[in-house]
């Protein structure tokens, strides 16, 4: 089998969904929608025109073809390689890369960079098309589906691929509402499963109770909602005095508003460096209380991956998580942009020992049955062989 990935090369999402089928002996190719070094996870894979010099952090089994027509110049203040192709060179790069590796299946991970870029693929070559799934990442349909610029190429795409996979039972109604009528793939993470027995060795000992962390998704900008975390941490300040409010892909104006804050209320705030997933499972693992919020999302990897690590999340109404757990019982699921609701989960979360240590409970059960790795696993690369079988030939 040979499978080309249309992707951000440097996702840990398109790393970690690869990575489940890395050892099958397929040959599997990824295109890079930006030229950007290749996520270390990568295994087993062949890059187009990833970089000009090999990365020292990546696998001996990363190929690399390395006649890209695409140019490249380095990049002093990023410090990396990046590109300075046009839309219509890449366009071209791609259909080369078709013509010469004739994938037996085309997986497009994410629609406004890649699958867009696949569509017009597709419109050169014609029937000739490999068989095509695309995949819908985090607000792909969700939030750019209501853009009026982004209707039409959405609509296109859905009429011209010819699987549909996705993280939420959300989106395959948006789906369908959108013109797509072909097979619609199981739900899955897009970022596939996770290891929970290895995910263990980083929780805390003990009920989810004693802890005295409370993490915050640091996101803030066109969709995160960060900032609004510190005006719900102000109307419940007195509850916080023993715990450590500790942040993590923060954003400057975010670390702004949380020194501001741990100076007006001597609430201890700590901010996380990038650092590498298995510390910030750590984080999780002794941790009380998750908040991820945002105006739009898929189902975030970082509420998973709280509530594998025993965190009692608070997440925005906007990212499924009702697809995952029950609001009041295993979890909060709350409005991105309103502080009242948002600090009335969060102080009865901080009160109430029974309903976190509940929810910790609750949330193994699922993720265990749904998120583990040797359950998703298998089941990824069944797809992959069915529709191989079900391929234009």
């Known amino acids: 089998m040979r499978i080309l990935f249309i992707a951000m090369n440097d996702s840990i999402h398109t790393a970690r969904w690869i990575s489940q089928i890395a050892d099958q002996g397929w040959e599997l190719y990824l295109f890079p929608v930006e030229q950007r070094y290749p996520h270390?996870?990568?295994?087993?894979?062949?890059?187009?025109?990833?970089?000009?010099?090999?990365?020292?952090?990546?696998?001996?089994?990363?190929?690399y073809l390395r006649r890209s027509s695409l140019p490249f110049y380095w990049d002093v203040q990023a410090g990396r390689i990046t590109h300075q192709a046009s839309t219509k060179h890449k366009e071209t790069a791609l259909l080369r890369a078709i013509k010469r590796i004739k994938p037996d299946i085309i997986?497009?991970?994410?629609?406004?960079?890649?699958?867009y870029m696949a569509l017009k693929a597709k419109k050169s070559i014609g029937k000739k098309f490999p068989t095509w799934i695309a995949t819908n990442w985090g607000s792909d349909i969700f939030f750019f589906g209501?853009?009026?610029?982004?209707?039409?190429?959405?609509?296109?795409?859905?009429?011209?691929?010819?699987?549909?996979?996705?993280?939420?039972?959300?989106?395959?109604?948006?789906?369908?509402?959108?013109?797509?009528?072909?097979?619609?793939?199981?739900?899955?993470p897009n970022a596939g499963g996770l290891d929970s027995e290895h995910a263990a060795s980083f929780r805390q000992?003990?009920?989810?109770?004693?802890?005295?962390?409370?993490?915050?998704?640091?996101?803030?900008?066109s969709f995160g909602r960060a900032l609004v975390s510190f005006q719900a941490f102000r109307l419940c300040q007195e509850l916080l005095k023993d715990y450590t409010i500790v942040i993590y892909s923060a954003s400057e104006e975010v670390l702004n508003a949380a020194s501001q804050f741990g100076h007006e209320t001597g609430i201890k705030v700590q901010a996380v460096p990038k650092t590498t997933h298995e510390e910030i499972l750590r984080l999780?693992?002794?941790?009380?209380?998750?908040?991820?919020?945002?105006?739009?999302?898929?189902?975030?990897?970082?509420?998973?991956?709280?509530?594998?690590?025993?965190?009692?999340?608070?997440?925005?109404?906007?990212?499924?998580?009702?697809?995952?757990?029950?609001?009041?019982?295993?979890?909060?699921?709350?409005?991105?942009?309103?502080?009242?609701?948002?600090?009335?989960?969060?102080?009865?979360?901080?009160?109430?020992?029974?309903?976190?240590?509940?929810?910790?409970e609750i949330n193994a059960r699922t993720t265990a049955e749904r998120l583990d790795c040797k359950t998703i696993k298998p089941q990824v690369i069944k797809m992959y062989r069915d529709v191989f079988a079900l391929r234009k030939k």
């Open 107 to 115: 997986h497009t991970l994410e629609f406004q960079h890649a699958g």
């Open 205 to 221: 000992p003990g009920p989810t109770s004693t802890r005295k962390t409370i993490i915050l998704k640091g996101y803030q900008g």
């Open 146 to 188: 209501k853009l009026a610029e982004h209707q039409q190429p959405i609509r296109e795409l859905l009429q011209n691929c010819d699987y549909y996979s996705c993280e939420c039972r959300r989106d395959i109604r948006l789906a369908r509402n959108l013109g797509f009528r072909g097979q619609v793939l199981p739900v899955w």
């Open 40 to 63: 270390p996870m990568l295994r087993h894979i062949t890059v187009f025109g990833a970089t000009v010099w090999r990365a020292d952090n990546l696998d001996t089994s990363v190929r």
């Open 284 to 360: 999780f693992g002794k941790a009380r209380i998750y908040i991820g919020l945002s105006i739009s999302d898929g189902i975030s990897t970082s509420l998973l991956e709280a509530m594998v690590m025993g965190a009692f999340p608070i997440q925005s109404c906007t990212a499924c998580a009702d697809e995952w757990i029950a609001d009041g019982q295993s979890g909060f699921i709350v409005p991105p942009e309103d502080p009242p609701r948002i600090a009335a989960a969060l102080g009865r979360a901080l009160i109430d020992d029974a309903l976190v240590d509940r929810a910790a």
